[in-house]
């Protein structure tokens, strides 16, 4: 803050813009932080301001030259605040303008506080037209993923450690769990102008990554685990060369795997903000696209160079177990050093937890419908009913949590627009709000695009089933239930998570991806049960 006093015989010069001061004692002055010259008139005596400190009278000034022969008793001060983000940066410009023309700010920043971006006006088509062509990317990459899934469920370590098929569903519910849960956190960053400079950008990106491996190898140790528990329970045997190259297994491919997930999402919401596509549209589905398949031939390929290392070498599971675990904290420090994924690494663990336990539950019942010689056709369409509904419920979901947060409301209330009771059907599917409109869409999208991939597996001789017309309503009819349950829980699961303060993005996908994979597990088996109940029996295709 700089100090001047400005003398009596120069306030002819002022008027011109021309002013001359003169250093003089500095004395306590009115603190006025609009980023503008303000002038403040001292007491009539010097004295009287020491003893009373800090109470000086604000007088707005007009015009030097009305002051008369008051000026002799009296010393003026002008205060010039550095700080330049204020609201009243015009009305004291005017108070400058008469007092001389040459002091007028050309800061052009300082009028307005930053202002909310408009929300989002989309309409059914343009929501369509730019979910459809990330979908069936996802689609073609879980049926890609099936195809894998269907030929290494015959490999000797799916075959001899069974409870490789309990690690699938948890494993491949990573990409909803944290590649979807980061997609959507960075989708709504981006569309509300957090990533807008290139400092923030990076603090988001970094900070993220590093959260994403925390929560991966925590997930993986864990989804082991509960896949050691699982095979124990039923049979009653445990064999501790298996637990570990469980363990292994798991770490190294839910570590890899998010590694690249997060690598790829970050590029894929970064490059839509660029060619002007809402990144909740594509993002996801994307994740999901590449996710399934990395995830699977990853598991395969790791547990089958593992399990050959069962019987040469005893300190390869441990190893490679123990190295990507000593990595963690390595990744809470870099995580704890940015806001944002602070508190998510904090408070972010409960539904990423209790997402792989109920992912384990559809793998659990995986492993023991595929190892049955009568359903083998299942394994190649487990990931694509599974990935569609997970796809479309997190496009969903992430796009309520981006209209909740751009609609200004403070978290922890309820959106106003929306019914504060639990929503009905009706409300989710033919309400006449933004959110309504995204639910009619997806759910359009899930009967054409299963058809496609449906004759994509056949095309490809894929599976163990021929698609006979019984088949084909069975499967319809499951994937149908799967979205539509899934879509009307993702509309009240969102809000009365926000209407609770906890944020969506981090909260409310990894319980809907993880229902995914438990309703289109279970709805699939039921499905393959009731066509051999009824003598649709075909397992020749594909062998």
């Known amino acids: 803050m700089v100090l001047w006093s400005k003398e009596q015989d120069k306030l002819s010069e002022m008027s011109a813009g021309a002013i001359e001061t003169k250093k003089e004692a500095v004395a306590p002055a009115y603190h006025q932080s609009n980023g503008s010259v303000h002038p403040v008139i001292l007491s009539e005596s010097t004295q009287e301001g020491q003893q009373e400190a800090g109470e000086y009278e604000l007088t707005e000034v007009t015009s030097f030259t009305d002051r008369g022969d008051q000026e002799s008793d009296r010393s003026e001060m002008v205060v010039i605040d550095s700080r330049a983000n204020a609201k009243g940066q015009r009305e004291e410009d005017a108070l400058l303008e008469n007092a001389s023309q040459s002091n007028e700010s050309d800061d052009t920043n300082t009028d307005q506080s930053p202002v909310p971006p408009p929300l989002l006006k989309e309409t059914s088509f343009s929501i369509g037209l730019q979910v459809v062509f990330p979908f069936l990317l996802a689609g073609f990459g879980t049926v890609a993923a099936g195809m894998v899934l269907d030929r290494v469920q015959h490999w000797q370590v799916f075959t001899e450690?069974?409870?490789?098929?309990?690690?699938?569903?948890?494993?491949?519910?990573?990409?909803?769990?944290?590649?979807?849960?980061?997609?959507?956190?960075?989708?709504?960053?981006?569309?509300?102008?957090?990533?807008?400079?290139?400092?923030?950008?990076?603090?988001?990106?970094?900070?993220n990554l590093a959260l994403i491996q925390v929560q991966a190898t925590v997930v993986g140790f864990l989804a082991s685990i509960a896949a050691v528990i699982f095979g124990w329970i039923p049979e009653g045997k445990f064999k501790l060369g298996h637990a570990v190259l469980l363990c292994a297994s798991s770490v190294a491919t839910a570590f890899i795997a998010s590694l690249l997930l997060g690598l790829i999402m970050i590029g894929v919401i970064i490059g839509s903000r660029k060619v002007g596509i809402n990144p909740d549209n594509v993002a996801t589905p994307i994740a999901a696209s590449l996710g399934d398949l990395i995830t699977l031939a990853l598991l395969a390929g790791i547990s089958t160079g593992l399990y050959k290392e069962l019987d040469n070498n005893d300190y390869a599971n441990p190893l490679v177990c123990a190295f990507f675990v000593a990595l963690t904290p390595i990744w809470v420090l870099i995580a704890r050093r940015i806001p944002s994924t602070k508190e998510v690494l904090y408070s972010g663990w409960e539904p990423v937890i209790i997402a792989m336990a109920i992912s384990s539950v559809g793998g659990?019942?995986?492993d023991k419908t595929v190892s049955d010689p009568n359903f083998a056709g299942m394994a190649v369409f487990t990931p694509v009913i599974n990935g569609v509904g997970g796809n479309l419920v997190a496009v969903q979901a992430s796009r309520i949590s981006t209209y909740l947060h751009m609609n200004g409301l403070p978290m922890g209330e309820t959106d106003p627009n929306e019914p504060n009771k639990c929503p009905t059907p009706c409300t989710t599917f033919f309400g006449s709000s933004l959110n309504s409109r995204s639910a009619r869409v997806l759910f359009?999208?899930?009967?054409?695009?299963?058809?496609?991939f449906l004759y994509t597996i056949n095309t490809m001789q894929g599976g163990h089933t021929t698609l006979t017309p019984i088949f084909i309503g069975c499967y319809m009819a499951a994937a149908l239930l799967q979205v539509s349950l899934l879509l009307y829980l993702a509309n009240w699961m969102?809000?009365?998570?926000?209407g609770r303060g906890m944020d969506p993005d981090n909260f409310s996908i990894p319980y809907l991806t993880a229902l995914g994979d438990l309703l289109g597990t279970g709805l699939l088996a039921l499905c393959f049960h009731v066509l051999w109940l009824i003598g649709d029996r075909d397992t020749d295709v594909g062998d």
Do not use: C, Y
Request: aromatic share 6%.
């Open 364 to 366: 659990l019942i995986l």
């Open 444 to 452: 359009l999208l899930v009967a054409p695009g299963h058809l496609v």
């Open 161 to 207: 450690v069974s409870e490789v098929f309990i690690l699938v569903p948890a494993l491949l519910g990573l990409k909803g769990n944290l590649e979807m849960t980061l997609a959507s956190r960075l989708s709504t960053a981006a569309n509300i102008g957090q990533m807008d400079t290139a400092k923030d950008k990076w603090k988001m990106i970094v900070g």
């Open 494 to 498: 969102v809000q009365w998570m926000w």
